[in-house]
């Protein structure tokens, strides 16, 4: 797989060498360009409020993107991400009162309403067998109409306290946002530990294959879709916090932007191909992007012509290696 | 495909299949509310589902071509005929043919920049034309301000929105002209598949890339033509919409994209490519804005329309859009079905 095998005698070069040949290389490479951007049109980039500010903004995102690229991983596509967590900050917000208890029960319910929300993809997906281009599309007005139905107009209600707590500290050092980012990270790490991550690997690069060897393959695509409700969640709740309100249409920007910033990250929409942290680095660069967009102060009627460029602009760098790859085959 | 007994085979083949879904849809509607399935009111229902019949016609090209071929852009290529046959008529007949020529070039050459992309630099179909669409909507909107100029002319309202009325004994039937101008196309295009060099290349290509271009199909370049075709049809479509709606907006383009693949995929042509008729996608789209229409005739909110139309996607997806999956080893990836 792409992780880089560490020699105790392999050098600083040596590990610059295994990274080069990485499925993200090219999107870590494109990543310091970004920075050293932004950096230049915004001198205050690396100061400690800069950077909490913008990690509120891109939490949420980071964490679809990682719920896209499992679900990628193993083969499959989810365009219903963007109207799950919509669903989600409706529902959070029409329950949440003022006592602790309640948020914390709120959190817990929303974290098993997201899993359930993949599973039902993950049923449709993995045991029907359908296109999960189509079938996710079809979950995706559902999601949305039950969004709708909760909440027809933005509103609902997020106790100061809470939405607070996301603008705070841990520990006066850590950005809650940040925090909330390590603990899926933390989740992340526990899950490769698990032989569910192979199996992911194995039914995403090769289904028959991994057919043949054992595995049931439906199930680890509906697990796939499972765990990566876990990751949906905690999104759903990074959204509600900043923006404080439910909101029916406040995620749909995120279904393309977590497929876009997968791909940037350099994960095959084929499956099987690419990790996870490319899918952090992905979606880093188009938060980014999206911020040098607002700061070269273009105007807002040309900003998704604007992200669609530089969308174009990144794939067709990611895909100067392949076709290095495939004049060297020829 | 082996040889079944005729009983068997009108419930297999899913063309026959999708046309039986949508007497099914007329007759649930006709008990909700008396007069849906009147033979005007069928004509209207028909006249709204050519465009998307007409993206899914697109759709179906790239689809078939293969490689995981799929066009995503087909919305914005919609709004790019829209504004363009506007500007151009500014409400003059006189303009017409230039119109014609100018949408049918401008949407040919916009899905050659999705082809080239996906043939050459070798980027995913899904992303390079959802990429592609993003910056060709955003062009229209940089160019027209937001403020698209001009109109449909006399003679794009009566194609794009009128029809041929004649009397049949003491009825009145009207005819809408697009459906006229489907029913043309569908044959040019069944034939095309069918019968022509070029149809089973396309067909060639998507079911073995590889062993279409040992036998010496420049299949790179026959893939880029089809994303070609997409948005010149596209583009087509939007022109004659722009004749039913008469007044150019810069929205008419949205929510196209993916209701043209499920079309298609209600109609049974496999995602990954080779295999399907135009027929079927032709059913799909009639299936898809009969469903539409009865969700309006009922008068359900915006979020009860959502949740029973994505159930009802599902139900039909479920029914018949999957391949006999008898075992796990036919579910290969995401666009195989």
Known sequence: ?330 | MNAKSGFKKIFTDKVIVSFIIVVVLFIIGEIAVPGFAAFNHIMTVLQTSFFLGMLSLGQTVVVISGKEGIDLSVGPMLTVGVITSSAILMGKDSNFALALVVVLALGFTLGLVNGAGISFLGIAPLIMTLAWGIVVEGSLLFITNGFPPGKASPLLELLGGGSLKFNLGSYLVEIPWVIIIWIVITLIVLYVFKRTTLGRIFYGIGTNDRAANLLGIRTKQFRMLSYGFSGMFSAFSGMLLLGYVTNPNLNLGINYGLPSIAAIVIGGISLAGGAGSYLGAVAGAIILSTLASILVTFQFGESGRQIIFGFVLLILLVLYARKNLSRDTKQINYFKS
């Open chain 1, 1 to 330: 797989m792409d992780r880089v095998v560490k020699n105790r005698t392999s050098s600083f070069i040596d590990l610059l060498k295994n990274y080069s040949k990485d499925s993200s290389f090219p999107a870590f490479i494109v990543l310091v360009l970004l920075v050293a951007i932004n950096a230049s049109l915004q001198p205050t980039f690396f100061s400690y409020d800069s950077i909490k500010s913008n990690f509120m903004t891109f939490t949420p995102l980071i964490l679809i993107s990682m719920a896209q690229g499992i679900i990628i991983l193993s083969g499959n596509l989810d365009l219903s991400v963007g109207a799950g967590m919509s669903l989600l900050t409706c529902v959070m917000a029409s329950l949440l009162t003022d006592s602790i208890t309640s948020v914390i029960l709120v959190v817990l319910l929303g974290i098993a309403v997201s899993v359930a929300l993949g599973a039902f993809n993950g049923v449709f997906a993995g045991h029907v067998g359908l296109p999960p281009l189509i079938s996710t599309f079809a979950t995706n007005a559902i999601f949305f109409g039950l969004a709708m139905t909760i909440m027809p107009l933005p509103g609902g209600y997020v106790p100061k306290f809470f939405y607070r707590w996301y603008r705070g500290d841990i520990l006066k050092v850590i950005p809650v946002p940040i925090f909330i980012l390590l603990i899926g990270i933390g989740v992340w790490v526990i899950i490769k530990r698990t032989a569910v991550y192979r199996y992911i690997y194995a039914v995403g690069g090769n289904a028959e294959g991994a057919y043949s060897s054992g595995i049931k393959v439906s199930n680890v695509k509906l697990m796939a879709y499972v765990l990566a409700g876990i990751f949906a969640a905690l999104a759903g709740i990074c959204l509600l916090l900043s923006t404080a309100i439910g909101d029916p249409r406040a995620g749909l920007s995120y279904t393309l932007n977590s497929v876009a910033a997968v791909v940037i990250g350099g994960i095959s929409l084929k499956g099987g191909k690419g990790s996870i942290g490319g899918a952090i680095v992905g979606a880093i660069i188009l938060g980014l992007l999206i911020n040098i967009i607002f700061f070269a102060q273009v105007s807002s009627l040309y900003q998704g012509f604007a992200r669609g460029l530089i969308i174009v602009i990144s794939l067709s760098l990611a895909a100067i290696p392949k076709l290095r790859e495939e004049s060297r085959k020829i």
